[in-house]
């Protein structure tokens, strides 16, 4: 399946950026559809740290173990989903600009589907994350710039 892609520039330093995006705790703050979000396990912001996502999909509440596989301060990170019928898998990369005092986010995002979740990926997933993912994008550009972190 084809990833889904989007960049944002931020006018914030990477190492701001990195700090709140990979932090999970913030994900209800700048996802939409993020509802919550709990430590699970790991040590946080080291491989092998999962965390619980609660997503609202439509009217139902849906949960996800999402665990942190790599990362790479300031500059990427990777996180995969372990369980569900749909499993996320998230890369972020953040590029300098202007010598380091801006920022460019990209997300590029794909989705696993197991029983029930290999119909819902292309049928109701996908499609509800290609319009998210640039609100949510522009809410968390919004957030940094207003000094957030």
Known sequence: MSRINASVDID???EEVFAYVTDPTHLPEWQESAVAVRHTGGTIGHV????SVTRRMGRRDVHTTMELTEI???RSWH??????PVRG???????PLDGGARSRLTLSLDFEGHGIGKA????????????EMP??????????????V
């Open 89 to 95: 898998d998230i890369q972020g990369t953040i590029e």
């Open 120 to 131: 819902l990926v292309p049928l109701v997933v996908k499609p509800a994350a290609r319009k």
């Open 135 to 148: 609100v949510d994008e522009q809410k968390l550009k919004g957030i940094l710039e207003r000094g957030g």
């Open 72 to 74: 790479d301060p300031p």
């Open 48 to 51: 092998g740290q999962q965390v």
């Open 79 to 84: 996180v995969h989903g372990v369980d569900g």
């Open 12 to 14: 914030r330093r990477p």
